[in-house]
């Protein structure tokens, strides 16, 4: 079945970074678009950045120049790396199959002083 596990949350300064990790199994990897996804307490999920089979990336105007969407192939897994942390950026970040109902269970983000 399809699972997607994501990893590498935690707790940061402002301006810090973190290294968000989300491993898939049970899909052909290569051949799938991924996306990040994030939910702030009392909001809505809102998309975040998304990279295609073929390794072009899109993302959201407001983490645009600070965070960056990348993948590996042969590990099956999908990163987003988050620098210029800001409090804003706190929520819940998930990854999923761009669109499809597969999502991972999510792993917390917080940045306070």
């Known amino acids: 079945q399809v699972q997607l596990v994501e990893s590498g949350g935690g707790s940061v300064q402002p301006g810090g970074s973190l290294r968000l990790s989300c491993a898939a199994s049970?899909?052909?990897?290569?051949?799938?678009?991924m996306g990040w996804y994030r939910q702030a307490p009392g909001k809505q999920r809102e998309w975040v950045a998304t990279?295609?089979?073929?390794?072009?990336?899109n993302y959201a105007g407001s983490v645009k120049g600070r965070f960056a969407i990348a993948r590996d192939n042969a590990k099956n897994t999908v990163y987003l790396q988050m620098n210029s942390l800001k409090p804003e950026d706190t929520a819940v970040y998930y990854c999923?199959?761009?669109?499809?109902?597969?999502w991972g269970q999510g792993t917390q983000v917080t940045v306070s002083s």
């Open positions: 049970g899909i052909t990897f290569s051949v799938t678009s």
């Open positions: 999923r199959i761009v669109s499809t109902a597969y």
């Open positions: 990279i295609t089979s073929g390794g072009s990336t």
